[in-house]
């Protein structure tokens, strides 16, 4: 396969781009493979390079029901941060953005990572006391976290709206410089392209439609394009998680709610950071685009079906405003959802299953993106160890009943 | 949004009412008796269905009443709406 380079592009150009290859081969799925992950998205894709890259483990497929960048993968608004309050999420989200920091060179793919730092505001006297106590959490654990006033917010975001007249004030805000953004498909692609260069086969068009066991050993997963044998299957299918562990006689602690973005006209540059607040519920940030980035939070139902609600757009429009008053005249150019499965705890599960050779990568809510890397690299050690690395370890299924939850949810007063 | 039916009010619009997930979970009449898998099973997992599924809903800026919504997740439509306590699903409703 090419390497790109700016060579290869300058040696591309003289040949009119005619002689670029296929990022990827469009496999069709073989009789049997060691390991099968289902789903193709940002998390399977990484889970499937490290499983080759890290373990060896070469003879094994993605199977995505649809196409490679068409789910979640490239429809978050592409935040990557690791600033969360206890250590357990704390230590797995830093190990992801420690690898976001080398992943471009790693796959050879210009993921576009840009650590441009992301601002979580304060509004309020107890949103200032969490801030402060979840950068003292974030710094003994060694994440770069710092807190600042609003004055020195205004002197980096002139835009932003710190009237103290306002009707949610901007008392303060954590700033994790080290945070940014990355161009969401570009990673869905970079990762299928280097696992495809290591032997992975990445089946496209192919949906699972049964989980075949032999007592409690994995066999094979029945796809819409033949049965498949495997003795190790890594589910990776965000909202669809609870679907595919009723095929297996799994239930789960999930729901799947809508969860809406919006993309706005494209501006010249008014906001070279990231920007989000819990107090008054949205987020956003400047695509190199031009376009306004915006989210907010999931619609309260249960939903499959990629779109949400209005008013929950009005409420996130609200939101924005509130912080950047002269966006209000800005028009939105699109708006879609994906769907997100939700745990009790707003934690991952990253774990084996009662079934031998079945394990799942799911429940990671509305904050996946950021943890695609270490989330690949913790899931491949999991399904090629068949136990969880230290990282992972505090995310398994059966912290359900051991009581050993991890309460991001409450505690962190950051959205995810 | 959906325009949801209350059986007590009529169809209002949804940000008149809160959401209450998957309905008819019973509650463990004997908590005691159950190791921690059965409690977590009754605390924590969830249907989650893809499809034809009954909810919970409650009019929170309305009568305050709960009710069972029948809808589909993949398309979002309601196909019934019915008071918590009709004679056929009061069997399946938590004491």
């Given at each position: 396969m090419n390497k790109y380079s700016a060579f290869s592009l300058f040696k591309n150009a003289l040949t009119n781009n005619k002689n670029w290859q296929a990022s990827w081969r469009d496999a069709s799925p073989k009789v049997k493979y060691d390991a099968i992950i289902v789903g193709g998205g940002g998390h399977g894709l990484a889970?499937?390079?490290?499983?080759?890259?890290?373990?060896?483990?070469?003879?094994?497929?993605?199977?995505?029901?649809?196409?490679?960048?068409?789910?979640?993968?490239?429809?978050?608004?592409?935040?990557?941060?690791?600033n969360y309050l206890w250590t357990e999420s704390s230590l797995l989200y830093e190990k992801s953005l420690k690898l976001w920091e080398s992943l471009s060179q790693d796959i050879n793919f210009n993921v576009m990572f840009s650590q441009r730092g992301v601002y979580n505001l304060g509004h309020t006297l107890q949103d200032m006391r969490d801030i402060e106590r979840r950068v003292s959490a974030n710094q003994l654990n060694g994440i770069d976290a710092e807190v600042v006033n609003a004055q020195q917010i205004k002197e980096a975001i002139p835009l932003i709206n710190t009237s103290e007249t306002a009707r949610y004030p901007i008392l303060g805000a954590s700033l994790q410089r080290r945070a940014g953004v990355a161009r969401h498909d570009a990673v869905a692609w970079g990762y299928a392209r280097a696992a495809s260069e290591l032997g992975v086969d990445i089946v496209q068009q192919c949906e699972v439609t049964g989980i075949r066991k032999n007592g409690p050993q994995v066999t094979g997963v029945e796809t819409t394009r033949g049965y498949i044998e495997t003795k190790k299957v890594g589910v990776v299918v965000a909202g669809h998680a609870s679907v595919i562990a009723d095929m297996a006689g799994i239930r789960l602690p999930l729901e799947s709610h809508p969860l809406q973005a919006y993309v706005s006209e494209p501006l010249k540059p008014v906001l070279d950071t990231v920007v989000m607040s819990n107090a008054v519920h949205g987020y956003v940030s400047q695509s190199d685009k031009g376009e306004l980035v915006i989210g907010a939070g999931i619609d309260s139902y249960i939903g499959y079906g990629q779109r949400g609600s209005f008013h929950t757009i009005e409420h996130c429009m609200q939101a924005i405003i509130a912080l950047f008053p002269n966006f209000s005249r800005v028009r939105m150019l699109r708006q879609w959802g994906g769907i997100v499965d939700v745990s009790p705890d707003a934690c991952p599960i990253l774990s084996k299953t009662p079934v031998e050779g079945l394990y799942f990568n799911c429940g990671w809510g509305t904050g996946g993106f950021k943890?695609?890397?270490?989330?690949?690299?913790?899931?491949?050690?999991?399904?090629?160890?068949?136990?969880?690395?230290?990282?992972?370890?505090?995310?398994?299924?059966?912290?359900?009943?051991?009581?050993?939850l991890i309460d991001e949810h409450g505690a962190a007063a950051v959205a995810h | 949004m959906l325009l949801i039916k209350c059986p007590w009010c009529g169809e209002r619009d949804e940000t008149e009412f809160s959401y209450g997930g998957e309905a008819a979970i019973k509650r463990p009449l004997k908590p005691k008796d159950l190791n921690d898998e059965q409690w977590a099973d009754y605390l924590f997992m969830r249907k989650n269905t893809r499809g034809l599924f009954l909810e919970q809903w409650n009019h929170s800026v309305g009568c305050r009443q709960w009710f069972l919504v029948e809808r589909n997740t993949i398309t979002y439509e309601i196909i019934s709406t019915k008071r918590i306590n009709s004679d056929a699903l009061n069997s399946e409703v938590p004491q």
């Open positions: 889970t499937a390079y490290y499983l080759a890259k890290n373990h060896g483990m070469r003879n094994i497929a993605v199977v995505e029901k649809g196409w490679i960048g068409g789910g979640n993968t490239a429809r978050n608004t592409t935040i990557v941060r690791s943890a695609t890397p270490g989330s690949g690299w913790a899931f491949a050690h999991t399904i090629a160890n068949n136990q969880p690395h230290e990282l992972n370890a505090p995310f398994s299924l059966d912290r359900f009943s051991t009581g050993a | -």
